[in-house]
């Protein structure tokens, strides 16, 4: 009886007891930051339409600590209920949480706490992201430039006066380990409880070589770094592919905790590791369970989103100019009713789901469902039944857990193509099918040579970009210019929602003579004249939102 009691005893217990990851940092004088009451040490990091709360919560099942959201814009998460709603969403134990902000004005970010902070444990501030976009609205990574050192940590300082939780920011290496060091110790000094390091350095669009945008992480700067700072919460993030990477990463940089983006995308459970090893089969785990709605409620909720998402169109027609119907006209108005009706039947079936949401399982068993893929993937699709995501992200995610059963079958072209959740939850049965019968899948050996076309044609238009990049960093060295980047920052103007819909009533010779005059030469014109571009990722040009109301301006609120 005694040692059946000693196996119920919980991994997580025991996890908790090898080490507590908790900090005042009150050792430390010289450093004002909040005390940190929840664990950090496995976490997942933020990931731009991939840290959604389906794909939080299976992370959390696994062995996940703490968990970001996908990156937000401040200044539009401030000041629209709209993009509030759409773009952030958690429910009861989606706990501890961190708000991820991209921001350049400090009032912006500290409105956006203040929203975000009653359902969530912390701020991040992104100073990481080294995408295009950032590039071009002057945010993440670019601004870590000395010219906006004064503008990064009054918006710290900022974040820290008007929220009662911690701020963390998350950053890249400087050129050197010396700056590195002097950009920790201010972010500390604003008041940061918290800063993630990714092992790269800094993005430009003309570094090369070890520790750029691509390559293994430089863990031991971060190393150097957590000796420079020992009484301080430093998470590393990098080079981490398996559970035994986590542990190496953590041993010889000697962080506070570990960050997983590429890694845990692939293996969702790539944290399961921490609650015990996989001798341990009998050993009790409390765990959330997703759950699944009724088949009436999912219903009723599918068929509200169909009616809303006619209604888009339909408005984006009137807005056009283009005449409606008397019956199209009172669709549209009944938009708010329709809005209203949805929100109620999602959060009933939530509190529903919430009351009864966890079980035991033992850790043999949380093992056995991380080695099938195919279950992941489904109970993934069953969290998404139960808290929506987009569909782009859907098939994001169920193409990364189950990218090797994909090829195996060739279904890759399917997945990407999938025209619902359900389209989707179909192809990972039919790989279940598969697998449960080998001989119902015949090879299709023309199939593959497409596909293989398909993947050349592919690298080709993503290495237009990249070619692109060169000649203008050539040009203007050529030219003796100090700024490398000047020819990149030409046509870089991200377009308003007013100037597109001004060009949807043009010729196609006056689009292209506005788009040049305006300055948006960089930024792709199909992209947002249809909505979408064919070329996907393979497009030279930028794919970034344009501009409304409620969007940041660069030139009024970026200080030097």
């Known amino acids: 009886m005694g040692s059946k009691r000693k196996i119920e005893k919980t991994a997580e217990n025991k996890a908790k007891k090898s080490k507590k990851t908790t900090s005042s940092n ?27 709360l389906p794909f939080r919560l299976l992370c959390r099942k696994y062995g996940a600590q703490l968990v970001y ?20 969403q958690t429910c009861s134990f989606d706990r501890p949480l961190v708000c991820h902000f991209a921001a350049n004005n400090p009032k912006a970010f500290a409105k956006a706490a203040k929203k975000a902070a009653p359902f969530c444990d912390a701020i991040d501030l992104n100073l990481g992201c080294p995408q295009r976009t950032a590039y071009v609205g002057h945010f993440g990574s670019y601004l870590l430039e000395d010219k906006d050192r004064a503008l990064v940590l009054d918006i710290v300082k900022t974040g820290v006066a008007a929220v009662n939780i911690p701020i963390f920011v998350k950053i890249r290496l400087l050129e050197t380990f010396e700056d590195t060091v002097q950009l920790c110790r201010q972010l500390y000094e604003a008041g940061a409880s918290l800063i993630a390091v990714h092992g790269r350095y800094r993005a430009t669009f003309h570094r090369k070589g070890p520790g750029a945008r691509d390559g293994p992480a430089l863990l031991d700067q971060i190393q150097k770094l957590k000796e420079a700072f020992p009484h301080q919460v430093l998470i590393t993030n990098g080079n981490t592919i398996t559970y035994e990477d986590v542990e190496n990463n953590l041993e010889s940089t000697k962080a506070d ?3 997983s983006a590429e890694g845990i995308l692939d293996n969702p459970a790539l944290f399961l590791g921490r609650l015990g090893s996989r001798n341990e089969r ?29 209604i888009k169109k339909l408005q984006s ?5 283009k005449e409606l119907s008397e019956k199209d006209q009172s669709k549209i108005l009944k938009v708010s009713k329709l809005k209203s009706k949805l929100k109620n039947i999602e959060e009933a079936a939530s509190q529903s789901l919430d009351a009864n949401n966890t079980t035991k399982m033992t850790l ?15 109970e993934y699709i069953q969290l998404v039944q139960q808290y929506p995501a987009t569909l782009r992200t859907v098939i994001f995610h169920t193409r990364r857990i189950l990218k090797q059963e994909l090829g195996s079958y060739q279904l890759m072209e399917e997945c990407l193509n999938c025209k619902s959740v359900d389209a989707v939850e179909a192809l990972i049965r039919k790989i279940r099918g598969y697998q449960k019968d080998p001989g119902s899948f015949i090879f299709d050996v023309e199939k593959a040579k497409k596909e293989k076309e398909t993947l050349e044609r592919k690298k080709a238009e993503e290495g237009k970009r990249k070619n692109y990049e060169s000649r203008m960093i050539r040009k203007a060295k050529r ?3 100090a700024d490398l980047d000047y020819y990149l920052r030409q046509g870089a103007v991200v377009p308003t929602a007013e100037t597109i819909e001004e060009l949807k009533n043009l010729s196609k010779e006056d689009q292209m003579k506005l788009w040049k005059e305006r300055e948006h030469t960089q930024h792709c014109l199909a992209f947002h004249l249809n909505g979408g571009c064919p070329r996907g990722r393979g497009c030279a040009f930028l794919h970034a939102a344009s501009k409304t109301t409620t969007t940041f301006d660069e030139q009024d609120e970026v200080a030097g």
């Open 26 to 52: 009150s050792d430390d004088p010289t450093m004002g930051t909040r005390a940190l009451t929840f664990d950090y040490r496995y976490i997942v990091a933020p990931m731009v339409g991939a840290s959604e």
């Open 69 to 88: 959201t996908p990156m937000m814009i401040a200044e539009q998460f401030a000041t629209s209920k709209e993009y509030r709603e759409q773009e952030f």
């Open 257 to 259: 905790g570990i960050m």
């Open 282 to 310: 009998e050993l009790s785990v409390v765990v959330r369970r997703g759950g699944r709605l009724t088949q009436s409620s999912q219903k009723e909720m599918e068929k509200l989103r169909r009616k809303l998402h006619k």
């Open 317 to 321: 027609k009137m807005d056009a100019g």
């Open 364 to 378: 043999g068993e949380l093992y056995d469902a991380s080695d099938d893929k195919v279950s992941l993937a489904l």
């Open 479 to 481: 030219e003796g210019k």
